[in-house]
C-alpha cells in the first residue's frame, strides 16, 4: 500500500514564505509522478493549484509554485495572505492509481 | 462555464448499494477524462476511480478491491460510480472530477453518502 506524506501542519505569518513537501513511501517522487496540489477551503470542495509538478492552473495566484526538493514534490507560497489560510493535498500518480497525501493545515497567523 | 453536478447519494444500509451520478456541461465531456474523489466526515481526500475519455481504461484505489465500478454515458454527458457492498467506512462526501491528461481540474460540489443501519 503506497503511502504518500505531508506535514500534518504549518504555520506561516503574513507575508512571508512557506513550502510543503510530499514524500511517497516508494522512493523519490519525480516528474513521472505528476505531482498534484489541491486547496481546500472549509465547506468548499478542493481547488486545483499545480498540476504536472509545476504547472499553473490559469486562476493560480502567481504567489505559488510548485517543484522538486529533495525528493519530495513541494508547495512554496510566498507572500503568504491571510486568505491561503486552508488544507493543502499533494496526489500522485503510481501506474494507474493516484495516491493523495494526508493534507497540510496551513494556519496564517 | 464549466459545471459538474453530482447526485445519488443518501443513507444506505450496510451491504447496500449505491449509483452516483455526475452530470457534466459546459465542456465537450466525451473529450475528457473523469475522475471520483471521496473525503469522509473530517477527513482527507481519498482518490477512488478514474476512467479514459472513451471509457476504454479504468483505474481504481486498491483499497476498494473490486467493489466500485466506475462508467460513463458520453451521451448523456454524464459519469457513474456504482457502489456495493457497502460498509460504514464508505462514509464520505463523493466528488467528480474533470481530468485533462489523467490530472483532476474542475470539480463539482459533492454528495453525500452515507453507510449506517
Known amino acids: 500500500q503506497t503511502v504518500v506524506t505531508q506535514e500534518p501542519s504549518l504555520t506561516v505569518s503574513p507575508g512571508g514564505t512557506v513550502t510543503l513537501t510530499c514524500a511517497s513511501s516508494?522512493?523519490?517522487?519525480?516528474?513521472?509522478?505528476?505531482p498534484n496540489w489541491f486547496q481546500q477551503k472549509a465547506g468548499q470542495p478542493p481547488r486545483s493549484l499545480i498540476y504536472?509538478?509545476?504547472k499553473k492552473r490559469s486562476w493560480t495566484p502567481a504567489r505559488f509554485s510548485g517543484s522538486l526538493l529533495g525528493g519530495k514534490a513541494a508547495l512554496t507560497l510566498s507572500g503568504v495572505q491571510a486568505e491561503d489560510e486552508a488544507d493543502y493535498y499533494c496526489?500522485?500518480?503510481?501506474?494507474?492509481?493516484?495516491?493523495f497525501g494526508g493534507g497540510t493545515r496551513l494556519t496564517v497567523l | 462555464e464549466v459545471q459538474l453536478v453530482e447526485s445519488g447519494g443518501g443513507l444506505v444500509q450496510p451491504g447496500g448499494s449505491l449509483r452516483l451520478s455526475c452530470g457534466a456541461s459546459?465542456?465537450?465531456?466525451?473529450?475528457?477524462?473523469m475522475t471520483w474523489v471521496r473525503q469522509a466526515p473530517g477527513k482527507g481526500l481519498e482518490w477512488v476511480s478514474y476512467?479514459?475519455?472513451?471509457?476504454?481504461?479504468?483505474y481504481y484505489a486498491d483499497s476498494l478491491k473490486g467493489r466500485f465500478t466506475i462508467s460513463r454515458d458520453n451521451a448523456k454527458s454524464s459519469l457513474y460510480l456504482q457502489m456495493n457492498s457497502l460498509r460504514a467506512e464508505d462514509t464520505a462526501l463523493y466528488y467528480c472530477?474533470?481530468?485533462?491528461?489523467?490530472?483532476?481540474?474542475?470539480w463539482g460540489q459533492g454528495t453525500l453518502v452515507t453507510v449506517s443501519s
Open positions: 472530477a474533470r481530468s485533462v491528461r489523467l490530472e483532476p481540474d474542475y
Open positions: 496526489l500522485l500518480y503510481f501506474g494507474g492509481p493516484w495516491v
Open positions: 459546459g465542456f465537450i465531456f466525451s473529450s475528457y477524462s
Open positions: 476512467i479514459s475519455s472513451s471509457g476504454t481504461s479504468e
Open positions: 504536472s509538478t509545476s
Open positions: 516508494t522512493g523519490a517522487v519525480t516528474s513521472d509522478s505528476y
